[in-house]
């Protein structure tokens, strides 16, 4: 619904509003540029614990962050190529994509979330990891629901209970394109490779695809699970990527209509091209 408010205006009001939700930050002065303003934002998104916030923030909030999504520019599945478009000889290649960018620009059934064991997302103040753009885009909401997820899980398991490894978490997507997050804690390489941390790799794919196809979701973008901070060798977790889903495909051909590998540097766009072409 149409608030009658610029962009700008909701930037200030909302700036005006997580400022006052804020003990530590309520003095903070505002910068006077645009971009600035808008890292500021999302910094005091970043840093907030999970809690309700009212109802007319939240209406200006997602209006704000519905048109970011919109000035961005969102990719459509007709937007995205398959391997087979690209004559790719890969025996779903007609199901299989490989698309380079920002993930919440994706306008899929679902995007899946590189996540840390305590599932709330990164406080960092403006960290580019995934979870920190996802978090940002969607808002705040989003925390709040995985924050009540896990406080179930908690009253089941003790309070110490933190996300399994490889256990995805099914979350709404609030103000991103996408329909769903799949919300997946990855393995963590603390000293060198080895075969239970492969098949740690293997199973975030193909629980994350079980729980696609449980919930009627066709189409799905996988991030780069696990090669970033958590330093899985970037070729061999490409290689674990397209093999699961080839995998799955072969069990299953007709569970989803269509896989996104989503990359954002050239190393791994090159690294599942060479598996795919």
């Excluded at 303003?37 to 519905?66: C, E, F, G, T």
């Excluded at 079980?210 to 490409?238: E, W, Y």
Aim: with cysteine; aromatic share 8%.
């Amino acid at each position: 619904m149409d608030d009658g408010m610029t962009q700008e205006e909701r930037l200030n009001y909302l700036l005006k509003a997580f400022k006052e939700d804020s003990v530590r930050y309520k003095d903070l002065p505002v910068p006077p540029d645009g971009e600035s303003k808008r890292q500021l934002l999302r910094s005091l998104m970043n840093i907030r614990m999970p809690k309700m916030m009212a109802a007319p923030v939240l209406a200006v909030q997602d209006a704000y962050l519905r048109e970011r999504a919109r000035e961005k520019g969102l990719v459509h599945i007709p937007d995205i190529p398959t391997a087979a478009d690209k004559g790719s000889c890969h025996p779903y290649a007609d199901r299989l994509s490989i698309w380079q960018g920002d993930i919440t620009r994706l306008s899929v059934d679902a995007i899946v979330n590189a996540a840390n064991s305590q599932m709330l997302g990164c406080f960092i103040p403006m960290h580019s990891c995934i979870d920190n753009c996802i978090h940002t885009f969607a808002g705040v909401q989003l925390r709040l629901e995985c924050n009540r997820q896990m406080n179930m899980f908690r009253r089941r398991y003790g309070n110490e209970y933190e996300q399994p490894t490889a256990v995805p978490m099914l979350t709404e997507a609030y103000n991103l394109p996408a329909g769903k997050v799949v919300h997946v804690v990855g393995p963590v390489v603390e000293d060198s490779l080895s075969p239970k941390l492969e098949e740690e790799l293997a199973a975030c794919y193909r629980n994350t695809l079980d729980m696609c196809a449980g919930n009627g979701l066709r189409s799905v973008a996988f991030c780069c699970i696990s090669t970033g901070v958590f330093h899985f060798p970037n070729k061999r977790a490409a290689e674990i990527a397209v093999k699961t889903v080839t995998d799955r495909f072969t069990k299953d051909p007709d569970s989803l209509d269509r896989v996104i590998f989503n990359v954002f540097k050239d190393e791994d766009r090159v690294l599942y091209e060479r598996l795919l072409f």
